[in-house]
């Protein structure tokens, strides 16, 4: 049997840890919104490996909302997006916002005042870069999505600054917009 340096078999311990905790993680459930049933139900909670992650993501996408990014202002496939219907986690597909809580915030990113419903993300402290913030996530598979902010407009008063890279756009049916 050959002989393995230290430093592979600490890669091959922290390989192992990474498998195990992805399986755990995968059988946890968590509460989300579905519009398609307009009802709170369990999920799986979505949990891949970063290789996994990387071949389902663009570049741009996997560094955004796996490695936290942020996309250049102004730049955003979405930012001045008009289509009616969802916007959904580019990641697992949940929804997230709808296309009339959109609104122009002149940041550069698409804004939103408000989720589809609350539970579908999950709020975190971010002191990055030398500032507090609310960083905002996907609840199911932990994307980073952008930062929520208090000078939104009425009826929130909440600003959803979103990066285009974090959501696909799915347009609603002409029956369903009637």
Request: proline share 4%; glycine share 6%; charged share 25%.
């Amino acid at each position: 049997m050959k002989a393995m340096s230290v430093a592979a078999v600490l890669a091959s311990i922290l390989a192992a840890a990474r498998v195990e905790a992805a399986m755990t993680n995968a059988a946890e459930e968590v509460e989300v919104y579905l519009v398609e049933s307009n009802a709170i139900v369990r999920a799986p909670r979505i949990v891949h490996t970063d290789e996994e992650w990387r071949r389902q993501l663009t570049p741009e996408q996997y560094r955004v909302t796996r490695q936290g990014g942020t996309e250049c202002a102004f730049a955003g496939e979405l930012y001045r997006h008009k289509g009616r219907g969802l916007y959904r986690c580019v990641c697992c597909g949940l929804a997230l916002f709808r296309s009339v809580d959109k609104f122009e915030s002149g940041t550069g990113w698409p804004s939103f005042f408000q989720p589809v419903h609350r539970a579908n993300l999950r709020e975190l402290m971010d002191r990055s870069h030398g500032m507090v913030r609310t960083e905002v996530r996907c609840v199911r598979c932990d994307a980073h999505l952008g930062h929520v902010f208090p000078d939104g407009p009425r009826p929130t008063g909440l600003r959803y600054c979103i990066n285009s890279a974090a959501l696909k756009f799915e347009e609603s049916s002409p029956a369903a917009s009637k």
